[in-house]
């Protein structure tokens, strides 16, 4: 019968929504006298500005839940939008005479007042170059004026919906600034932003006012808010490609800066979560005691808040660090035999191999979560190894059996060093490649290292024998002048890699077995694990410079190739990332199931990190580009951005994604 692979959704994952802790209140926000239709984060990600129907605007503290200074007050009546400046020097404001006005967010006075609408201004959007600025109304038209001069320089635009009483609901531009969404009664339409024309007939039939409008950051999509429903458009040909449903009609939207979250709030005053990619909810709705109207959400620029408004006359603010710490797995998919105990990323960036001891390799693609072929079997016994040449062309791979074969990036075993003379007698536990890629070295647990010429598989160095019991790590120095090995008995040891010879003392009292080491992109330091603790050492002299603390025994750790990063893994399931500069955790440990995690790895790219162990799966997470506002804030702020509970104030790391890889019978 021929084996058939395919990806196979769980029924947890399609119908229940993603567990986390129950959110976090920030602030309240209280002073105006009547609604919040508006308001924005500025971009010093501490102040936010509100707008009320009782004619103000405040600005507000995130640190400290304080208002700044006086209310800013003005003619026009009720604002009912405003909008931010792409430079954040200048906020737009919507008012209910069908007014614009322009303030300048350092000195908090108006620079400018346009007119042209007949009736209330219900919505704004700055185009990316901060040139021009759209308007829409409740008179059914759009304006879009030059932000220097004030002119006019299209419009008015007569929309579809001026027939109806509320007009112009909603305006966005598209991140690339060539057109302009708007949204009224039951119809979206997208403009280009030069001539006025409709780029793509309306989109109808969407049940009430489409009341919010959000493009994805590369204009391929548009989320819209109406009746019911958040949808999302195909933005080119306004094909419809998803709809979130939810038991209550919907004010407004909006997407995360930082991850592939959207947030929904209504009529009846909660938010909801949403994963972008598996369009799963993300927790529970949430809310505060009150169940009034939400009539605007937005998310922070640095991804850290969410906030909305609505006709309690007050503005909530939620940590999103408390909120996105349940995003779903974006796959589940059924996997190895037995405990998956390494894998490499390939240089394609597309594709990543796993050795598992069921004794197979199997080859997936982590943009779509599928096994690519069938197994790479092989004699030998289980894999405990594996480690892929500095061209990215070949495999090394580790057995039970004490051999060490070469296999090709395609599947096909090129050379295996199984000859008399040429294998351990025991497991091979690690591999390193030397930087040139002429030498593999392999450490057993015979208690010995062999170093082999990588074309031939002939032993150049070795048996070494370390007295270590077993070598249960290896790494070449990115120098290639030495070879670092962790030992059963807890030691490490830096071997000359041209003579064999020690080239540091033994670093001893370890704890435990030193299950992984790994050094600095310099060579100045060695990184290892070993029982509870993560240390980093001077290469050359052995001095502890610093240890990492845990609560599990650690068997795996890996340094971001992008960023000052170390990850650790180890017996209680759970991944662990600390700041290699300040040794300050980088939010909580995250994890996908509580059995032991074997191995630990990032993409060379950056953009991914894996983790796999005993339950035969490998999880994935998508960087995404979290950890480096994370690192930024550290520098900045690490100090004094502390809860109640002592954890830090920030979104701990990345969204899930979970490969479980098996093979159907049929």
Not at 187 to 202: L, M, Q, R
Not at 485 to 495: D, K, P, V
Request: glycine residues 10%; proline residues 3%; hydrophobic residues 35%.
């Amino acid at each position: 019968m021929a084996a058939r692979f395919f990806a196979r959704r769980t029924r947890k994952e399609a119908s229940t929504p993603a567990q986390l802790e129950e959110p976090v209140l920030k602030h309240e926000f209280e002073g105006h006298n009547d609604a919040i239709w508006g308001f924005v984060f500025l971009h010093d990600n501490i102040h936010i500005v509100s707008g009320s129907l009782d004619g103000t605007m405040r600005k507000w503290n995130c640190d400290t839940g304080l208002v700044v200074g006086e209310p800013w007050k003005s003619e026009g009546g009720g604002i009912y939008a405003l909008a931010l400046s792409p430079d954040g020097k200048i906020i737009a404001c919507g008012r209910e005479d069908g007014s614009v006005q322009l303030w300048n967010t350092d000195r908090e006075k108006i620079e400018g007042v346009w007119t042209g609408h007949s009736r209330a201004v219900r919505s704004l959007s700055w185009s990316p170059s901060g040139n021009q600025l759209a308007s829409g109304s409740e008179d059914g038209t759009i304006l879009i004026q030059n932000v220097e001069s004030g002119k006019v320089e299209l419009g008015p635009i007569e929309t579809v919906t001026k027939q109806d009483s509320e007009g112009v609901q909603s305006l966005a531009y598209s991140p690339s600034g060539d057109r302009l969404a708007s949204g009224g009664f039951n119809t979206i339409c997208i403009w280009d932003t030069k001539t006025g024309e409709h780029v793509i007939d309306p989109i109808e039939g969407l049940g009430l006012f489409v009341t919010s409008l959000v493009w994805l950051s590369d204009s391929t999509k548009l989320y819209s808010a109406s009746d019911e429903f958040a949808r999302v458009f195909d933005s080119d040909t306004g094909e419809l490609l998803h709809r979130f449903e939810h038991d209550h009609s919907l004010w407004s939207i909006a997407l995360s800066p930082k991850h592939n979250v959207l947030a929904c709030v209504g009529i009846r005053g909660v938010v909801q979560l949403w994963d972008t990619e598996s369009h799963q909810k993300i927790g529970q709705s949430f809310h505060q005691e009150h169940h009034q109207w939400h009539f605007c959400v937005s998310f922070s620029r640095d991804g850290r808040y969410v906030a909305y408004g609505g006709d309690d006359n007050k503005l909530t603010l939620w940590m999103v660090k408390d909120i996105t710490k349940g995003l779903p797995p974006k796959h589940n998919f059924e996997g190895h035999a037995r405990a998956i105990r390494d894998f490499v990323f390939l240089h394609d960036n597309i594709h990543i191999v796993t050795g598992s001891e069921d004794g197979t390799m199997r080859k997936w693609n982590y943009d779509t979560g599928l096994l690519v072929g069938k197994p790479w079997s092989g004699v030998g016994g289980s894999i405990y190894a594996l480690a892929l040449s500095p061209d990215g062309k070949t495999i090394a791979c580790g057995r039970a059996d004490g051999s060490v074969q070469r296999w090709n990036t395609d599947g096909n075993m090129m050379l295996e060093g199984a000859r008399r003379g040429h294998i351990h007698s025991d497991w091979v536990r690690s591999l390193s490649w030397s930087p040139n890629g002429g030498h593999i070295a392999s450490g057993s647990d015979d208690g010995t290292i062999l170093i082999r010429k990588a074309t031939s598989g002939i032993v150049e160095f070795g048996p070494i024998k370390t007295k270590q019991y077993r070598v249960c790590a290896l790494a070449y120095s990115p120098s290639g002048n030495r070879i670092a090995s962790g030992g059963w008995n807890t030691t490490i040891c830096i071997w000359d890699s041209k003579t064999g010879d020690l080239a540091l003392g033994l670093i001893q009292g370890l704890g435990y077995e030193v299950t992984s080491v790994v050094w600095s992109s310099d060579s100045t330091k060695l990184y290892s694990a070993s029982d509870k603790l993560a240390r980093v050492f001077d290469s050359t002299s052995g001095a502890l410079l610093h240890y990492f603390q845990h609560d599990d025994i650690l068997y795996s750790i890996a340094l971001s190739p992008t960023y000052n990063v170390l990850v650790c893994v180890g017996d209680q399931g759970i991944a662990q990332l600390w700041d290699t500069e300040s040794y300050q955790l980088l939010g909580q440990p995250f994890n996908q199931n509580r059995q032991i995690l074997r191995c630990a790895s990032f993409s060379r790219d950056g953009r991914y990190l894996a983790c796999g162990g005993h339950d035969r799966t490998l999880a994935m997470w998508i960087v995404n580009d979290i950890v480096s506002p994370l690192i930024a804030n550290i520098k900045s702020s690490w100090g004094d951005r502390v809860t109640d509970e002592g954890h830090n104030d920030l979104y701990d790391s990345c969204l899930w994604v979970n490969f479980m890889f098996v093979m159907q019978e049929h």
